[in-house]
C-alpha cells in the first residue's frame, strides 16, 4: 500500500516537472531558438478627450392641452403615441351652442349699425350730420330759431307779449340741447358698435376654440379626455411632449467640470443603436453639493423618434477633439485579476509593462492612458506564457 502511494507522487512530480510552464521548458525552448513574435512601434495619434457622464432624457417641451372653453367632447383625433404637427386639431367640443352665441352677436351688430343707417355692406365710418336722428334734431332747431326770431321782432313791434317772447327762447335752448344730444348719440352708437364688434370676435373665438390643437409638434403621452365627456373651463385632456429635439441632463463630476464648454459634441452610448451626436447648451452655475457634480444641458437630435424622454443614457462630451494619445488593438493587451499588462520588445526580449486603459475605440482598439510612449515596440499577439526577459526574434512590423 505504501509502495503503490510512493509511485503515484512520483509520477504526479513527473508530470508538473513537465508541463508547459516548468522551468526546464523554457530553458529548453530557449537554447534551441527564440521566440518569433510580431511588433508594432506606438505611435501618438488623434484621439479625442472626453468627458464620461450619465443623466436622462427630458422633453424639450410638455404640454397638458386643457380646454379653453366648456362643452362636451364631440371628437377626440389622438390616443397614446399619436404624432402630431403644430395647429392639428387634438379634440373638439360641441360647438352648436357657440355657433348660436356668435350668429347672435353678429345680429347685435347689425342691429346697432342699422341705428346709424348703415348697411350691410358700409363701413362703420359715418358723418353724424348725415344721420337721421342729427338731421331731425337740426330741422327742430332752424324751427326754433325762426320762431324766435319772429317773436323777437313781433315783442319789439309791441305785439307780442313778454311771455311768448321768453317761451320762444326757452324753445330755442330746447332745440340746441336736442341737436347737441342727437350728435352724442351718434358718437355713442359708434361707440356701442365697437362694442358689439368685440363680442362678435369673442364668439367667434369661442367657436375657435372648441377645437383643441397642438401647439407645437409632439407626440402624445397621456390621453385624459374621453368623447361624451364634459370637460369644464381648463381641463385637461391630453398630454403632448416635444420629440425633437430632445434636452439631455448630464451629470459632469467636479475634477472635470472645469473643462465643459457650451458648443462641446455630446455622443449617446445606446443599447439600440447608434444616435446622432448633440451639443452642449446650457451649464449650470453651481456644483451640486449632494453628489459633487456640474449638471449639463444638451441638446439631442432626434427626428426618427429614436430616442424616448425619460431615458437613463450614458454620453460623452468631446472636450478636446485634437487630443493626442496612444491606442493600440485590445488583443495587445492581457488581463488578470484586475490588472492589464503588455509586452514590448526591448533589446531580442521581452519587456512587462503595466497599462492603464482608457476607453474603447473604433476597430477594436483601446486607449492606453499611461505605461506606453512613443516609439515603444509593442507584441502585437501576446499568450499568459510569455515572460520578462524571454528571447524573441521580430518576424514582422506591420
Known amino acids: 500500500m505504501v509502495r503503490s502511494v510512493s509511485a503515484a507522487l512520483l509520477f504526479v512530480f513527473l508530470a508538473a516537472c513537465s508541463g508547459p510552464y516548468s522551468t526546464s521548458t523554457v530553458k529548453a525552448t530557449g537554447s534551441q531558438r527564440n521566440l518569433e513574435v510580431r511588433v508594432r512601434a506606438v505611435e501618438l495619434e488623434t484621439i479625442p478627450e472626453v468627458i464620461s457622464a450619465t443623466g436622462e432624457l427630458l422633453a424639450e417641451d410638455q404640454a397638458t392641452l386643457r380646454a379653453k372653453v366648456a362643452g362636451r367632447v364631440a371628437k377626440l383625433n389622438v390616443d397614446l403615441g399619436s404624432r402630431v404637427e403644430e395647429g392639428d386639431g387634438i379634440a373638439e367640443i360641441e360647438k352648436e351652442d357657440y355657433e348660436l352665441r356668435w350668429k347672435q352677436a353678429e345680429a347685435a351688430v347689425e342691429q346697432t349699425r342699422a341705428r346709424l343707417g348703415l348697411g350691410p355692406n358700409a363701413g362703420d365710418q359715418v358723418d353724424p350730420q348725415n344721420t337721421s336722428i342729427v338731421r331731425q334734431a337740426a330741422a327742430s332747431l332752424r324751427e326754433a330759431r325762426l320762431l324766435n326770431n319772429n317773436a323777437t321782432e ?84 391630453v398630454v403632448l411632449v416635444r420629440w425633437h429635439p430632445l434636452r439631455i441632463r448630464l451629470q459632469v463630476p467636479e475634477r472635470q467640470a472645469h473643462k465643459a464648454r457650451a ?22 452655475p453651481a456644483i451640486e453639493a449632494q453628489n459633487r457634480s456640474l449638471v449639463v444641458e444638451g441638446e439631442m437630435p432626434n427626428e426618427d423618434g429614436q430616442l424616448r424622454a425619460g431615458a437613463f443614457v450614458e454620453a460623452t462630451i468631446t472636450v478636446d477633439p485634437r487630443a493626442k494619445g496612444i491606442a493600440t488593438p485590445a488583443r495587445s493587451v492581457l488581463s488578470f485579476a484586475g490588472v492589464e499588462r503588455v509586452f514590448v520588445a526591448d533589446q531580442g526580449a521581452l519587456d512587462e509593462r503595466i497599462v492603464k486603459l482608457g476607453r474603447r475605440l473604433e476597430g477594436d482598439r483601446v486607449e492606453i492612458v499611461s505605461g506606453l510612449k512613443a516609439g515603444d515596440k509593442l507584441v502585437l499577439d501576446p499568450t499568459d506564457r510569455f515572460t520578462p526577459g524571454l528571447k524573441i526574434t521580430v518576424v514582422g512590423q506591420p
Request: aromatic content about 6%; charged content about 20%.
Open 154 to 237: 313781433l315783442y319789439k313791434q309791441g305785439v307780442a307779449s313778454n311771455v311768448d317772447y321768453q317761451r320762444a327762447g326757452v324753445a330755442l335752448q330746447a332745440a340746441e340741447a336736442r341737436y347737441q344730444a342727437a350728435i352724442e348719440e351718434v358718437y355713442r352708437t359708434l361707440a356701442e358698435i365697437l362694442q358689439r364688434r368685440s363680442e362678435l370676435a369673442l364668439a367667434r373665438q369661442q367657436l375657435a376654440d372648441t377645437v383643441i390643437r397642438a401647439p407645437f409638434r409632439g407626440a402624445i403621452t397621456q390621453r385624459i379626455a374621453t368623447v361624451g365627456e364634459y370637460l369644464a373651463v381648463n381641463a385637461p385632456a
Open 263 to 284: 458648443g462641446q459634441r455630446i455622443d449617446l452610448t445606446l443599447a439600440q443603436g447608434s444616435a446622432q451626436p448633440g451639443r452642449v447648451v446650457r451649464l449650470s
